[in-house]
């Protein structure tokens, strides 16, 4: 017989297909001489004369099992162990592609009871390469198989009890195997529990598990780390204390949330929704959904209890009388989100059968007519509406009864014909639906970015939080990057660039000054880096050399993430001047330059994975399945609540195969991105494809306008392979954007990370010399805002504005402003000011631009300049809206005179300082500035500076001088 250990080593190192036939050849041997196959001839009895225990009665009766399915798995084809080998040692997303579209179910037919370890730990590393890519769509089918294949899971026991066995030591010299079988079972176990999978029978065999580890004779194995976390985590697994995935409510509102009001103390919700350090993963993860949440539902909620308690909400969104829903006719040619519409038209929309009888000529009439009224509709407000939104809709303004749907089709074809499509997410106390008169309107704040963030922050694990140290424990000792060699010196367009000495020398092609430079050591050493740049500083400047070096050092993608699609396609332009290798996701850009840096989806790319090609037709086909069912339920949906369960289960289903098909298209975009060095996006387009993030594995992630991006917005840029976080913004600017403006909790929801972090212990770097205002403009804004803000030479040299006394002018006055927040003596003196400008002083319309914090001044202001001017086009905008750019003349409205002393959000400092610095030669104001200064500290102080330049008068200051 044997020696125990060296057989057991033999089992291990054999391959698995060679002994498989052998021990098929001794059972065909035995049955032809009349007996049967002994379990000596399997492998010694020896093995198992130790003792009673029940770990070795567990190991002889596998041995039984194994023998007795020999013959039955002997014509199974099945993976061979050689495929299983060159799989494992494939990136993740083509180990994926390769098993999933693999001529056998590999998630179900490769396992066998008569399998050896090799074989078994070769089939556990696969399923945990795989399910480590966490992939949306997929990965709760994955994990549902993993839980219900009961051959793998009694394999997992039988591994179990040969590794916690010392008379097996000599199997496990390999110290790397051991790890990651530790680490597989514990990843596996775990994320079927967060994903509430855990069946009667897994329960059982991982409660063994514990007790076999528990039992073992072997400490040196059960003292490992691994092991001990393995321990804990089955403990805390049975004991059902894991956190949940889905434990939290969804984001959809339920009928009894719209009526609550606001009657929650708002000190409490603020106080429950602060960040304090030390707190757990899971916590923090649920503050953030939490502060999402309240924000959307916020006017959401005010609005609809208007409605209800007094019939009509006078700011809001518009309000849709008789709308109806309708099935999409023509099934057999539907596509995705084209199963439902709604019809605006509605009950005036003539019927088929009301022009049947009338003659060929009216009916051609009448249908252009209706055709009319639907164009008309159309470009109305509902042609705003967007794909994404949310939509509700009730029988009346009681609301008895609640639809949601999203809106899924916003084809100019549909809308022209008064159509939008939607899908259906959620309905309360409403049996069928169709062809009835309801009321519609949309939710106050744009649905998709909540939605996206919201779903992103769902799929957070506890051990997934890039950066915690600093986000949650509030650690001030920043590490470097762990990606940088340390070993290897930096360099600068061929210069070398040492950054390890207390004083590093600037390259002398590297155009920073002394504060942006200093700013650009930290950010590279830094592993999680603030950059507060005031304006006119430089930070996208800044920001271009920053990614020059990181894409020339690091060796790895860089993504950019920006709030807006202008402000990122604005960066790239400057970047552009220094690589072409960029892809720009999300919406298409409006500048012709940045175009072919867009990302399209192609299916026909060589550098993409055939596997990829195939599994893409395969889902397809499911997708047209699924929706054929859906298709029929809805078409026989009958109002009840059967019927209705039965429909809510198979559009669930369809949106899982929705949800593959657009994982797929991120797996396409991947195999060109993985050679890119820019990958950019807006934080919304970042937050839906995260996804995309963990297939490139992006080591780099740069936040440009971080104070304005909300702090959920940023976790959903990152994941656990993030390694270094820069942050460029201004916390004084303008703060993320929240949909409750004059609600009393807006202070806490629109704190962004960066702020947060900013005036907290995570002191960060700032910029110091501003290239843009004239210095008696730069002196509204420091010291009331900024304490150390310095004026480069060259603003010193600005040419005056022609034909005017000063550069700079406060005209003040007190003619009152309209309810809904417009002046019109503001517009006309300002449209005044502009026209002399520009046929006095010869100054162009790029030259100026006009500017307001009110969108409705913006909207008078438009409508009123075509009276002034016959053909020039003069730049008007929001104050929000210039954030980030520039003029030469900047013209502003503050619109806000009253008797009653309110000046709404002119008493926001941020608003403020972005309203006072984005002109470079000259600024003119208009407003009330005795109201300003009574009502806000940061306009007495203002005033005080305007008094000493001897710049406030009631009426602009022209000049006389030719």
């Known amino acids: 017989m044997s020696n125990i250990e060296s057989d057991g080593e033999d089992w291990f190192n054999k391959d698995e297909e060679e002994i498989l036939r052998n021990l098929q050849c001794k059972v065909k041997n035995k049955h032809a001489e009349g007996t049967e196959a002994n379990t000596e001839d399997i492998e010694p009895n020896t093995e198992y004369a130790l003792g009673p225990s029940e ?40 180990v994926f592609l390769f098993v ?61 009890a040969k590794l916690f066995q010392k008379k097996f030591k000599a199997i496990w010299k390999n110290v790397e195997v051991v790890e990651q079988i530790l680490y597989a079972m514990r990843f596996l176990i775990v994320r079927s529990h967060k994903w509430q999978l855990i069946t009667t029978k897994a329960s059982y065999i991982i409660d063994h598990i514990k007790k076999l580890i528990e039992d073992s004779d072997n400490p040196d194995m059960v003292q490992r780390q691994l092991s001990q976390q393995l321990k804990f985590e089955l ?30 103390d708002c000190d409490q919700i603020i106080n429950a929704l602060k960040i304090t350090e030390k707190l757990e993963v899971s916590e923090y993860i649920a503050k953030q959904k939490r502060i999402l949440r309240e924000d959307f539902m916020i006017p959401l909620r005010d609005y609809v209890c208007k409605l209800k308690e007094f019939g009509t909400a006078p700011h809001g969104p518009e309000i849709y009388e008789d709308v109806c829903i309708v099935l999409n006719a023509d099934f057999n040619n539907a596509k995705r989100h084209e199963m439902l519409f709604v019809d605006v038209i509605g009950k005036k929309r003539p019927m088929e059968e009301d022009i049947k009888n009338i003659s060929l000529t009216k009916q ?133 660039l040492s950054l390890d000495t207390t004083k590093p020398t600037k390259p002398k092609s590297l155009p920073l000054n002394e504060s942006q430079f200093n700013a650009y050591c930290k950010a590279l050493t830094h592993e999680f880096c603030l950059i507060q740049g005031p304006p006119g500083t430089g930070k996208t400047h800044l920001s271009v050399h920053l990614v020059r070096t990181l894409i020339s050092n690091a060796k790895t993608p860089t993504v950019i993430i920006t709030y807006t699609n ?15 290798n960029i892809l720009r996701f ?35 086909e499911e997708f047209k399945t699924k929706f054929a069912i859906v298709q029929q339920m809805h078409s026989n949906f009958d109002g009840s609540e059967e019927s209705y369960q039965s429909l809510l289960a198979a559009q669930r289903a369809l949106r899982d195969v929705q949800e593959k098909l657009k994982t797929i298209r991120i797996m396409f ?12 996006m807006t934080s919304t387009f970042a937050a839906r494809n995260n996804f995309l993030f963990r297939l490139l594995q992006c080591k780099i992630v740069i936040f440009e306008e971080a104070a304005e991006i909300l702090e959920s917005h940023v976790l959903a840029c990152l994941t656990e392979y993030t390694e270094h976080v820069i942050m460029i913004g201004d916390h004084l600017q303008l703060k993320p954007y929240t949909s409750n403006y004059g609600n009393s909790l807006t202070s806490q929801l629109n704190i962004s990370l960066f702020e947060r972090l900013f005036v907290s212990n995570l002191k960060g770097y700032t910029l110091n010399v501003q290239y843009r205002m004239r210095p008696c403009i730069a002196d509204l804004i420091h010291p009331t805002f900024y304490t150390d803000l310095k004026n480069d030479y060259s603003v010193n040299n600005y040419p005056v504005i022609r034909n005017m006394d000063k550069n700079l002018y406060f005209y003040t006055h007190f003619w009152n402003e309209e309810c809904s927040f417009f002046n019109l003596y503001e517009v006309m003196k300002i449209l005044e000011l502009a026209k002399f400008l520009i046929e006095k002083a010869s100054y162009t319309a790029n030259d100026i631009v006009i500017l307001s914090p009110y969108a409705k001044q913006v909207e008078c202001l438009k409508s009123e300049a075509p009276k002034y001017f016959e053909s020039t086009n003069l730049n008007i905008s929001t104050v929000d809206s210039f954030q980030g750019l520039e003029a030469n003349i900047v013209l502003l409205s503050l619109v806000r005179s009253n008797n009653k002393e309110q000046i709404g959000f002119l008493k926001e400092k941020n608003r403020i300082c972005v309203a006072l610095s984005r002109a470079k030669q000259g600024l003119y104001i208009i407003g009330n500035l005795p109201l300003l200064a009574g009502c806000s500290e940061s306009w007495r102080s203002i005033e005080q500076i305007l008094k000493s330049q001897d710049a406030i008068g009631n009426a602009f200051p022209f000049s006389n001088k030719e």
Not at 72 to 89: F, G, L, P, Y
Request: some cysteine; glycine content about 4%.
């Open 100 to 160: 999933i579209t693999h001529e056998k179910n590999f998630f179900v037919h490769t396992i066998s009871s008569s399998d050896g370890l090799e074989r078994v730990i070769l089939y556990l590393r696969i399923w945990c390469k795989v399910c480590e890519l966490e992939l949306p769509g997929f990965q709760k089918e994955l994990l549902q198989y993993f839980v219900n294949n009961d051959i793998f899971l009694e394999q997992l026991r039988f591994l179990t």
């Open 235 to 264: 403990d805390r697994v049975l004991k059902d204390e894991c956190k949940q995935l889905n434990e939290n409510v969804d984001i959809y509102p339920t009928l009894n949330e719209l009526f609550k009001g606001n009657g929650e």
């Open 586 to 620: 999300g919406s298409q850009t409006r500048l012709p330059e940045i175009s072919k840096f867009n990302v399209q989806f192609q299916t026909t790319n060589e550098m993409v994975n055939p596997c990829l090609k195939r599994l893409y037709y395969v889902v397809n």
């Open 669 to 680: 975009q991947f195999y060109v991105a993985r050679k890119a060095d820019i990958i950019a």
């Open 566 to 580: 202008d402000s990122l396609d604005k960066f790239l332009l400057k970047l552009s001047c220094y690589t072409s």
């Open 364 to 496: 051609k009439k009448k249908l252009a007519r209706d055709r009319k009224l639907a164009q008309k509709l159309a470009r109305g407000k509902v042609s705003a509406i967007k794909a994404g939104s949310l939509l509700l809709f009730t029988t009346s303004r009681n609301f008895e009864n609640l639809i949601l749907a999203t809106v899924t089709n916003t084809h100019i074809y549909l809308l022209n014909l008064g159509y939008l499509g939607i899908e259906n997410v959620r309905q309360y106390n409403i049996g069928t639906f169709y062809d009835r008169p309801l009321l519609m309107f949309e939710a106050p704040a744009f649905f998709e970015p909540y939605n996206n963030v919201y779903s992103c922050l769902n799929t957070y694990g506890e051990d997934k939080l890039s950066m915690k140290q600093y986000i949650i424990d509030g650690e001030s000792n920043v590490s470097p990057p762990r990606y940088l060699q340390r070993t290897k010196p930096y360099s600068y367009d061929r210069e070398k």
């Open 55 to 94: 770990t070795n009665e567990y190991l002889h009766q596998k041995r039984l099992e194994a023998s007795s399915h020999l013959s039955k798995e002997a014509d199974v084809k099945k993976m061979t162990t050689s495929q299983m080998r060159k799989a494992i040692n494939l990136e993740p997303l083509d």
